[in-house]
T-cell receptor, first 112, second 115 residues
Framework: DAKTTQPPSMDCAEGRAANLPCNHS???????VYWYRQIHSQGPQYIIH???NNETNEMASLIITEDRKSSTLILPHATLRDTAVYYC?????????????FGSGTQLTVLP | DTGVSQDPRHKITKRGQNVTFRCDPI?????LYWYRQTLGQGPEFLTY????????KSRLLSDRFSAERPKGSFSTLEIQRTEQGDSAMYLC?????????????FGPGTRLTVL
């Protein structure tokens, strides 16, 4: 699976947008970009995924560059409860059952 | 609450004892995964099932570890002769085989402490 690179930590003011970057320069054409987050002492939580188009759901937006070598997860109005470790993962298309390969992620701290 | 439950939530055992954890996935999900997470690290894959068949095992899954999913519903993970290095959070996840994505839904985990 392609490797991802994320900053180890970021801060964001409550109520502002949190923009979390991820580099995946070796991504191949059959790999999705997934984002999960893990709040302290809980299991990881699925946020969003995409292939090449930008995606939005009730939790976040995912912006994937045209060359697919990087992406940004956007939390539009961060709250204190969004403080968590955010993982960017690339994984092949569904149909080929694959485990998720987690890196170290980005610790996002939302400040009051 | 994702709909995936794990039991127990915490387990403290002495070195050399056997332990068994249970995972109940989301009912219509046909795939079930086990991961292990140590402090400060991301989760690491251990094994996965599609229905009742165990289709892949990680090199992390030593001979002391065994997992089952007897009727394609709940799953158990047993660790025999526990060692202090087995202390970790054991996470279960489930997903539904479909096109368009393989998003996995995780349970709260079982935290194992081996004394």
């Amino acid at each position: 699976d392609a490797k991802t690179t994320q900053p180890p930590s970021m801060d964001c003011a409550e109520g502002r947008a949190a923009n979390l970057p991820c580099n995946h320069s070796t991504i191949s054409g059959n790999e999705y970009v997934y984002w999960y987050r893990q709040i302290h002492s809980q299991g990881p939580q699925y946020i969003i995924h995409g292939l090449k188009n930008n995606e939005t759901n009730e939790m976040a937006s995912l912006i994937i560059t045209e060359d697919r070598k990087s992406s940004t997860l956007i939390l539009p109005h961060a709250t204190l409860r969004d403080t968590a470790v955010y993982y960017c993962i690339v994984s092949p298309l569904s149909g080929s059952a694959r485990q998720l390969t987690f890196g170290s992620g980005t610790q996002l701290t939302v400040l009051p | 609450d994702t709909g995936v439950s794990q039991d127990p939530r915490h387990k403290i055992t002495k070195r050399g004892q056997n332990v068994t954890f249970r995972c109940d996935p989301i009912s219509e999900h046909n795939r079930l995964y086990w991961y292990r997470q140590t402090l400060g690290q991301g989760p690491e894959f251990l094994t996965y099932f599609q229905n009742e068949a165990q289709l892949e095992k990680s090199r992390l899954l030593s001979d002391r570890f065994s997992a089952e999913r007897p009727k394609g519903s709940f799953s158990t993970l047993e660790i025999q002769r526990t060692e202090q290095g087995d202390s970790a959070m054991y996470l279960c996840a489930s997903s539904l085989l479909r096109t368009g994505g393989n998003e996995q839904f995780f349970g709260p985990g079982t935290r194992l402490t081996v004394l």
